[in-house]
């Protein structure tokens, strides 16, 4: 199962995909991001710091 967007915009996602896969042992759960074997970018999560390393340029 992909889960992505909304939920990755916390930088905890990670536990709620734990919770999930106690739930249903047979159902592995990922990011669309990591499905196609790219690296997990939380840029909402890190929204605040982001732009203020803009800010100090």
Known sequence: ???D???LRDLYYRR???KLEK???KV???T???FMGEEV???EANR???WESLDRE
Do not use: C, G
Request: a positive charge; aromatic letters at 8%.
């Open 1 to 3: 199962m992909i889960l």
């Open 5 to 7: 967007h909304h939920l």
């Open 16 to 18: 709620y995909f734990e």
């Open 23 to 25: 739930l249903n042992m």
């Open 28 to 30: 592995k759960i990922t």
């Open 32 to 34: 669309a991001a990591e």
């Open 41 to 43: 970018r939380l840029l």
């Open 48 to 50: 605040r710091n982001l």
